[in-house]
């Protein structure tokens, strides 16, 4: 009984030491060896972000093992770099993370009471705050005013009054030129203040300094777009540096733009 015991018992120890192999094994067969991010950056900002992020990675993950590697957790190391937009992950195995990460393009900013500003992307999702408007990019952000919005975590849309309808109207511009922000310096929600209560007129402000009113925004947003930017590309460059037009809805269910340059916009 003695020897069956011993049998037994260094059997048993055998098969303990060949798992404890096979399981060494698998760990160094799958253990993360590189994180290959391919990144795609607009600023010298982002390509510095990008750096600091693929440091990070690599000192959290590399010597992980592939095999239980939750991937959230990847997501959450990406989330805290707001700049940044996760566009894929995934393991390949056996030993290599691999991820796509875009900058956000900064488009849009409307200022607080404490005088910073809040940063938007091209898709109106919050990434974070400035202390002055200067985009990444150079130049200065689209100036959102007269807009009561409210914004949650980096990353998250932000929403208020007319605000979808702004975004609207700016998709137009963006679809159509290189960058609105070499056009279009800000747009304002204002109430008319002679019309009926609680109506509210876009008014562009373009770069040269052209204005541009358009009435009841949330009738006709995307086809208001284009008729505004059909007006300003055919006006001349001298044009553009004074004088405001409007368009405003006719009795027919339609529109119509209007040059006002002999007349002052109207202020709220």
Not at 132 to 150: I, P, Y
Not at 205 to 234: C, I, N, Q, S, W
Not at 244 to 256: A, C, E, I, M, P
């Given at each position: ?103 956000r393009k900064e488009t849009y900013t409307y200022e607080f009471e404490d005088g910073r ?152």
């Amino acid at each position: 009984m003695q020897k069956r015991g011993k049998i037994l018992l260094t059997t048993a120890i055998g098969l303990v030491l060949l798992v404890a192999v096979i399981a060494a094994a698998l760990n160094a067969v799958f253990t993360v060896t590189d994180v290959k991010v391919n990144f795609s950056t607009l600023s010298e900002e982002g390509l510095a972000d990008s750096y600091a992020l693929q440091a990070e990675l690599e000192e959290e993950f590399v010597g992980s093992s592939t095999t239980f590697l939750d991937l959230e957790d990847v997501q959450g190391i990406v989330e805290k770099y707001p700049a940044f937009r996760l566009d894929a992950l995934q393991k390949d195995f056996p030993r290599t993370l691999t991820l796509s990460v875009t900058e956000r393009k900064e488009t849009y900013t409307y200022e607080f009471e404490d005088g910073r500003y809040a940063v938007l992307d091209e898709a109106g999702l919050y990434l974070y705050e400035k202390t002055d408007n200067v985009n990444r990019r150079k130049g200065g952000n689209v100036l959102l005013e007269g807009f009561a919005l409210t914004k949650g975590e980096a990353g998250t849309a932000v929403t208020g009054k007319y605000f979808e309808e702004a975004l609207m109207f700016c998709n137009v511009f963006a679809s159509e030129l290189n960058d609105i922000r070499a056009n279009l310096a800000s747009l304002r929600l204002v109430p008319t203040g002679n019309a009926i209560e609680g109506d509210y007129i876009f008014r562009l402000l373009f770069r040269e300094g052209l204005y541009v009113d358009v009435y009841a925004p949330a009738h006709l947003t995307k086809d208001k777009a284009m008729a505004v930017l059909l007006k300003y590309r055919e006006l001349p460059d001298a044009e553009r540096l004074y004088g405001f037009f409007d368009v405003v809805d006719s009795v027919n269910g339609g529109f119509t733009v209007s040059d006002h340059r002999d007349k002052p916009p109207f202020e709220n």
